[in-house]
């Protein structure tokens, strides 16, 4: 049964029940399946038949986690990653040749950027970047071997919006492959294909997780170019284990509750660090005050569970403020239960050079706070402390 809401989807959609009848999908540990016989057998790898036939290529668990989230995403298509980087290198290399060209956000996850920079020109595939208030520079940017336009939104870890529609619009005009990095939002806040996007990829490690267990990926989108993800991926490998599949499409079940939640403690965080003396400026889409409020409020159902702000003092009060945390959590990962608290500048933006890092919004006294599911009251109180302190 399909439903129009993404909260049923992600709770009753489900792989065919064995024998025993069970309510909750089991686990499908295995490697690989079997065949009934010689012609089976042919048919299969002759892809006559769709049916499992080793779990590099597909497993049962797997499939249950992508069908949610080609639901919840709305998406013909999918494949599931062992993480959120295997996902993104997969997705490209499936997709350029050598000599291609890619026009990327210069706002975008610290390992996606060294994959532009530094491994795909190994193929002679080469990045231009926009700066995320400079997209009328886009179209200058493209050349005849130009492939894809890639972005994130909202940004890490300066939580700045890109208007989605308008490079979805950029991207269709120039018959260009329109590729998100949606794990900020996730589908629950935010639908890129609405807007234009023929891919849309996922860390699952963040908020589909949610509890900071498993890593995961995914990449969702058109048939087309989901067929070259797949057959490029099943020959090399980067395949989800069925264990975190399974973990992963246990927790889609409870994606949009606890999405809700985070971001209404998140917007409590936000509104009691705007009003905070020790507090430059604080960055949250559904804050009024944020740059791009209008555009997040007609992209987004809600703010998202990530709060950057610009603690006075500069990098020596990051560092002092990150110390003086008591509850919450120093740690590199985000959309946890737990409350994570970094300073970029000083830990993992410290090797980039200071103009380069305010370029993207990364200024010396950032702290960014991925809020958590504790109470708001705790999560408040510890930032009032460390802030004081
Ligand atoms: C926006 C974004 N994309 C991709 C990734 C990579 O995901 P993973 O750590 O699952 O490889 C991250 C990880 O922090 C991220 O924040």
């Given at each position: 049964m399909n439903s129009k809401h993404i909260e049923t989807e992600a709770i009753r959609t489900q792989i065919e029940r064995s024998q025993y009848l069970e309510h909750s999908s089991p686990l499908f540990l295995t490697s690989s399946y079997v065949f009934e016989d010689a012609e089976d057998m042919r048919a299969s790898f002759a892809d006559e038949k769709q049916r499992n036939i080793y779990s590099r290529y597909s497993n049962p668990n797997t499939s249950e986690f992508v069908e949610k989230v080609c639901k919840m995403e709305g998406a013909e298509r999918g494949y599931a990653f062992a993480s959120g980087m295997s996902a993104v290198f997969s997705t490209f290399a499936a997709l350029l040749n050598s000599d291609d060209h890619v026009i990327s956000s210069r706002s975008i996850f610290g390992s996606t950027q060294t994959l532009f920079n530094n491994i795909l020109p190994k193929w002679n595939i080469s990045t231009s970047y926009f700066k995320i208030d400079e997209l009328d520079t886009i179209e200058s940017l493209i050349q005849p071997n130009t492939k894809v336009i890639y972005a994130e939104s909202?940004?890490?870890?300066?939580v700045d919006i890109l208007d989605l529609q308008r490079l979805g619009d950029i991207a269709k005009k120039h018959n260009l492959i329109f590729i998100i990095d949606n794990c900020f939002a996730t589908p629950y806040l935010q639908q890129p294909i609405k807007f234009g996007a023929d891919l849309v990829i996922h860390s699952a490690t963040k908020l589909m997780d949610g509890q900071g267990r498993v890593l995961g990926g995914v990449t969702v989108g058109s048939g087309d170019l989901i067929q070259k993800i797949y057959l490029f991926s099943r020959n090399t490998g980067p395949a989800l284990s069925p264990f975190n599949a399974w973990v992963l499409s246990k927790s889609l079940e409870t994606l949009p509750v606890r999405v809700d939640r985070h971001c209404d403690n998140a917007l409590k965080v936000a509104t009691f660090l705007e009003a905070?003396?020790?507090?430059n400026f604080v960055k949250y889409p559904f804050l009024k005050s944020h740059p791009q409020y209008e555009l997040a409020k007609k992209q987004m159902k809600l703010g998202g569970n990530v709060v950057a702000f610009e603690i006075k003092g500069g990098i020596e009060a990051g560092r002092k403020f990150l110390n003086a945390i008591k509850l919450l959590s120093l740690s590199a990962?985000?959309?946890?239960t737990r409350t994570i608290v970094t300073h970029p500048a000083s830990t993992t933006h410290a090797k980039i050079p200071e103009d380069v890092r305010l370029e993207t919004g990364i200024t010396s006294g950032l702290i960014r706070v991925s809020v958590g599911l504790e109470h708001p009251e705790d999560i408040i109180n510890d930032l009032k402390q460390a802030l004081e302190n």
């Open positions: 909202p940004t890490n870890p300066a905070n003396d020790h507090v990962n985000l959309g946890d």
